[in-house]
Every structure is written in C-alpha cells, then in structure tokens.
C-alpha cells in the first residue's frame, strides 16, 4: 500500500530465528513498539507505523526451509506430509519444494512470488487453492512466535481434521510458552478448544475479519500480539490427473454469475463430481474490465456485444486419479455453462493449461492509467447472492461513467461562455463576428445531450414500460433489449448495451460540426484536451476474485494526486462495504483489516480484540495502535509531487520530474524481487527494484523540501542516489 501515518525509528533485520526474541526484549527496554514485517506486500497497512518510536522487524532472511518429512501429527491416526519454513521464506518457494516432493502447498495468494510465510499466517492468506483445501491456517500444524513479553511460544495443532478447520466440530490446540533461553517451559501448556463454526461466518468460504478469533495466538492479527517466526505446513497430494476449463460468458452477468453455484455444487459432497471421486482445485473469475485491460485474446468464435470480449470468464482446475472421469466432469462443466450463454474449453496437457492461467497472474494491469495507484478492497459474499453483488457494482459504474459524462458538459459549457481561442490567421476580424452562432449552438447542443444524460441517471431505477415513453421526447436512442430480468428498469437496458451513453456519438460529432474549419480547430483541440482531462478522472470498479469461496477483489485504480478523485473514489468503498454487508457478506477474506478497513467493522466485531490485546498486550509492545480506536484512514495520506504550485514548477525546471516520471508505475508487488541479483537479504543486500524505487520518491521528497527550505541541495543525497543507482546489474529481469 501507498498509506502512510509515520516512519519507523529503526528498522532491524535480524540473521536467524534465535535473533528475534532478544531483539523484540531490547525493543521493549527501548520503548519502541515493534512491528513484523516481511514481504511488504499487504494491501490494508498493518505494517505501517502508527508511532515514530516504532521499531520495524524485517523477517527476509528467516529464509531456512527445511525437507518434506512423512510424520504423526498430535492425536493424527496416520502419517502426513510436512514441511518447516522460516518465516521470512518467499511463498512460492515453499510451492516448489513441495513440488519437488511430489505435493501441494495449498497457500497460494497472487502475491506467492513475493510474500513470505510470516504474512501468511498474521493474515491468514488464501488463494485459488483455498476452494479446495483452505487458508493458511486450514494447513498449519505448528508455529513458532514471539509474545509480548519477548520470550518464545509454540502452537501445535491436535488432532488435525487435514482439511478446512470450519467442518470440524472442535479445533484443539495446546499452547507451550519458554522461558529466556527458549528451551525451558514456561508453566503447563495451555489447550485452547475452539469450536470450529468460530473461524469464518457460516455460508461463506473465507472470513478474516474476526481478529480475535477465540484468543488463538499469531493467526489473522496481523503483527498485533506478536512475531512470526517460524512453521510447519501440512503438504497435499494432488490427484494424478487435472484438466483446466475456461469458460467464456457472453450473456449478461447475472445471468452467468449462478454457473458458479451449480460448479461448485457439483463438486460439493453429494454433488455429479464428488461422486465419481473428481474435485474442483480451483475456480476464478475475470470481469469485463479486467478482460480488457490484460489485453484477453476471445477464445470463442463469437462475439459479444463489446469488443469481441465476454462479459466474464472462469478458469477452472479439475482433478482427479480417474482420467476419463476427470474429462467427464470438465465436459459436464462445459456443458452446464453452455446453458448459460458460455462457451467452454479444455487444456488437456501442462503448457495449455499454464497458458489458459496466464491472464489471471496479469491482473495488477488494471491500474495501467492511474500511475498504479488503486484501491484494491476484497469481499466475501455468498455464492447464491454473488448475481446480486454482481449487479449493484454495474451498478455503481454505470453511475460513475454518468457522472463522469456530466463533469465533461460542465467543462465544456465552461469554456464555450468564456475567451474560445481561434486561429484567425491575417483576418483582422472580430471574434465575436467570427463565432457568430457557433456559441449558442454549441451551448443548445451541450445543454440537451446533458439534460437527457442527467435524466437517465436520475431515473436508473424507473420501470422500463414508463421510461421508454420518454425516449422519443428526450432523443435517447435504443437497440433490441436482451436483459432478461424479470422486472426490467432503464438501468437493465444501460446494463446490456442496448442504451449507450456515449460521448463519442451523441455530442463530439455535433460540436465538430458546429466548429468546423481551420478558424475553429483550437476550440476543438481545447475541447479534446478537455476531454482527456475530465476522461483522466473517471473512476470504474472491477472485480476478479476467487470464484470458487467467493471471495471478490473489488479493485478501483484512482490517481493519487487528484484529491476529488480519491474523496469520490473512497465514497465508492463505503458503497461497496455496504453493499456487500447487505448481501450477509463479509469486508475482508484475505486482505485484512488493517488501517483502511477499521471503520467497517462495527463495535461488536472488533471489540473481543480489543480486550484480548488489552490482557495479552496492555502495553502496545506490538504494532501500537493498530486495529484501536483511531487506527483508521484519518492520518493516513499518500504523496503525491504535483498537488503543489511550487513543488510542480522545481519538477518542471529540474531533471527531478523525468526521474519521477520514471518510477511512478511500479506497482509495488514485489514480484522482481526474486530475480533482482541486487536483492539477496542473506548478504545485506537490500536493492530490489521496488526498494530502490521507494528510496528514489523518498529523496524526490527530500529534494523538493530542501530547495523549498534552505538554499541548495545536501550532497548526502547525492550519495544516496548514486548508492540507488549502483547497485543495478542492468539485466533486465525485473
């Protein structure tokens, strides 16, 4: 995330395990309220400092990864496989020695190449897998952590379901604390018996907002009671035989949206594919806008009614030891969604299959025209009311583009009343002889196509027999409807395409009639230059998500340095939050709550934390202030070099405006950290792309202050900026 409230005092990247207690008790005598982190790739700020006395613990060279060992869990009545980690080792590692070993790690959240197992348990993490085999602590058997008080404690779980803990009746787990040199026990072990409906809202696949979860210790608090440090992970078999479908939809999205049900349900206990012993190891979604924005090559031969795109896709895993039951179930897949109005198909070998699952790893694409900047909001909803999420987003959007259309008239009306700029040439004329009529018509033409857009959002929900009574009075224009709803409104017919609202066809080509010839094309180059402008600052939702447990990434790319945009943009969230709680939804199934999710959560949801932080850390030894009263967006800003006058005239004047430019796309994923051979923790070599990006904006920021504060430059930062540059190898991976 780009949120920032304060900067931590000191930052401290400890070599080994054995490290982290006696840090976290120097930490302590120091009066410094200490924060985990590792991968820094979390999306709601639970890494960010709310105190300057705040020391940051960097878990990346927790990097020991131990062999896949065949062994008896507590109270387990036969062997299975397991793997210890560090809590600094990158996810996706752990994926390959899995692999390598013949089994699955079933934690695999987008960000796999860059977050590390200590996130993964603070958040409890999920993923594609997660259908199938659960979150991060579905699979953990054991971890390893630093309490409050600075000493070690270890949490085992017994009698382990190996499967999703919310199906059993009661999770146990046994609680062993140590004494200074992390060997002695600390008083008796403690049980804790959680009864297992306590770990997610019934009817939904994912849940992290109960942060207390019944006082179970490290997992889902996000860095709130204590350090990760390390753990040991149940690996899964997966069945020998899997088939990928993707599953084009080009009718309307709540039309196809139940085609995730009846999959689901098919693989379900009970279910066709249960049943012939064929299980469903991931199902997600793509949205229209996502479709567009990672470039999708349409696979049907048909088109849709938008760009040869669908209005969504699914991509599924199906797996089984049958292969002929196994191509049985993916082509009764196919031919459920064909139903409704899909086309499916199906990779059969690795190669295919890695490249039908190719699009859904380029998702951050979608923030490509905000300069990266999004604000990326997870949900959970129910499976059987996902149509109806589905439908209040496309709602929202078509209210967006609206809006967005009706600040483009008021720019407009704006500048056709005042100075138009012509190009007169050696015609000593007068402007105003000039222009003549042209301004009146131009203002009639911009005041009626207005004037029906505002009418049409203002009646969005009025039934679609009285409204298209008004459609001959006010000009709109309509295909044949295809919205099958069953009481249809005018927004149904804006939701198939049958009602456009379009710039492009309804006022563009009357004003450039009405300004045509060499005399006017400034006034057409200004109105364009106010068309991207007003086109810069429109705001659309889209949605990927985990189809198969319902959980949707409701993603808003906004710009940074536009404060109306992210005050309408925030606005938007609220929206969406209440929206998804209205459907018995959750706010958070992955992300957290963190600092940008606190005012969602009511009184009631947040306050058994509270007072389990207050027994267990009465002190804020841990992350101070986080997940308390206060700890929301209220302090939070995020920079931005060209919201100031003076600031944007040094960047113009100075090479300072080229560097920003340079680095204001990074995403900030962490993905190039793997292949940067300037980033090896292990050897104190912190260089990533994305750190050397951050120190760059950093010392932009210096930059900019010390020549609006003191005459000059420091040479230090000179230094620093060539310590950046340095150490780059050049190769080109990231």
């Known amino acids: 995330t780009d949120w920032r409230i304060e900067y931590p005092f000191v930052v401290l990247h400890p070599d080994s395990e054995d490290e982290i207690a006696p840090l976290v008790r120097g930490c302590i005598e120091l009066g410094l309220t200490i924060i985990p982190r590792g991968g820094g790739t979390g999306y709601t700020g639970g890494a960010i400092p709310l105190t300057p006395l ?89 971890w390893k952590m630093v309490d409050p008080s600075g000493h070690e404690m270890e949490v085992t779980r017994l009698d382990h379901n190996l499967g999703k803990i919310h199906e059993q009746d009661v999770a146990r787990f046994e609680i062993r604390r140590f004494r200074r040199d992390g060997r002695t026990l600390y008083g008796p072990p403690e049980i804790l018996e959680i009864p297992g409906h306590r770990f997610r809202k ?62 689901t349900d098919y693989f379900k206990p009970g279910g066709g594919g249960r049943q012939a012993g064929v299980l469903l190891a991931g199902l997600e979604h793509l949205d229209e806008r996502y479709l567009r924005a ?134 000593d004329l007068d402007k105003e002889l000039l222009i003549g009529e042209r301004r009146t018509t131009a203002l009639d033409a911009v005041a009626g196509v207005r004037a029906r857009w505002q009418w049409l959002l203002d009646n969005l929900d009025l039934p679609l027999t009285e409204a298209e009574t008004q459609f001959a009075r006010l000009g709109v224009r309509v295909e044949g409807l295809r919205n099958r709803a069953t009481e249809p409104t005018l927004f149904h017919r804006l939701q198939d395409y049958s009602l456009r609202v379009s710039w492009k066809s309804e006022l563009k080509p009357q004003l450039e009639d009405i300004f045509d010839g060499v005399v006017y094309r400034p006034v057409l180059e200004r109105i364009a230059a106010i068309h991207r402008e007003i086109l810069r600052s429109r705001l ?79 002190d804020g030894r841990f992350n101070q202030g986080k997940l308390l009263p206060g700890a929301d967006l209220g302090n939070a800003y995020t920079p931005s ?19 920003a430019t340079m680095v204001k796309d990074c995403l900030r994923c962490g993905k190039c950290k793997p292949v940067c051979s300037t980033h090896v923790p292990r050897a104190n070599l912190l260089y990533s792309p994305r750190n050397k990006i951050l120190a760059t904006s950093l010392l932009i920021e210096a930059f900019l202050y010390e020549e609006q504060t003191r005459r000059g430059v420091s040479l230090r930062h000179f230094d620093e900026f060539n310590d950046v540059a340095d150490h780059c190898t050049i190769c080109h991976k990231c």
């Open 54 to 142: 705040s020391a940051v613990i960097n878990t990346e060279k927790l990097i020991d990864i131990g062999a896949v060992e065949e062994m008896q869990l507590p109270g387990c009545d036969r062997r299975s496989a397991t793997i210890r980690t560090g809590a600094g080792v990158v996810t996706a590692r752990v994926s390959e020695a899995a692999t390598a070993a013949g089994r699955v790690f079933a934690v695999d959240p987008t960000s796999a190449e860059a977050s590390c197992i200590g996130g993964n348990i603070a958040m409890n993490a999920g993923g594609k897998k997660a259908v199938l085999w659960g979150t991060a602590l579905d699979n953990l058997a054991w």
């Open 202 to 263: 019934a009817g939904l696949g994912k849940d992290v907002t109960d942060k207390f979860l019944a006082g179970l210790p490290g997992v889902q608090k996000e860095g709130t009671d204590g350090l990760i440090v390390a753990a040991r992970w149940i690996l899964h078999q997966m069945p020998q035989h899997t088939r990928t479908v993707c599953l084009e939809f080009f009718g309307q999205v709540r039309e196809a949206v139940p085609a995730i049900v009846e999959i």
């Open 641 to 659: 070099f060209s919201l100031l006058g003076t600031e944007s005239l040094i960047m113009e004047q100075s090479e300072i405006g080229n560097i």
């Open 540 to 618: 659309f939702v889209a949605l990927h998500m985990h189809a198969g447990d319902g959980n949707v990434h409701t993603n808003i790319p906004v710009n940074s340095d536009h404060y109306e945009m992210l005050q309408t943009a925030y606005a938007v969230v609220e929206r969406i939050m209440r929206l998804a709680r209205s459907l018995d939804g959750v706010v958070s199934g992955e992300h957290g709550i963190g600092i940008t999710k606190l005012e969602f959560l009511s009184e009631a949801e947040i306050q058994p934390f509270r007072d389990y932080k207050a027994r267990v850390d009465p």
């Open 294 to 427: 990672v470039g999708y090559a349409t696979k049907a031969k048909r088109k849709a009614e938008t760009a040869g795109r669908p209005k969504m896709v699914l991509l599924g895993d199906i797996t089984g030891d049958d292969e002929a039951a196994v191509m049985n179930a993916a082509s009764e897949v196919v031919r459920m969604c064909n139903l409704r109005s899909a086309e499916g198909f199906i990779a059969v070998d690795a190669e295919t299959r890695k490249k039908f699952w190719l699009d859904r790893a380029r998702t951050a694409a979608i923030s490509r025209h905000t300069n990266a900047f999004k604000l990326n909001e997870d949900v959970v909803i129910p499976l059987p009311r996902m149509g109806e999420y589905c439908d209040g987003i496309e709602r929202v959007n078509i209210e967006l583009s609206i809006q967005n259309k009706l600040a483009l008239c008021d720019a407009l009306d704006k500048l056709l009343r005042g100075d138009l700029p012509l190009h007169r040439g050696d015609a």
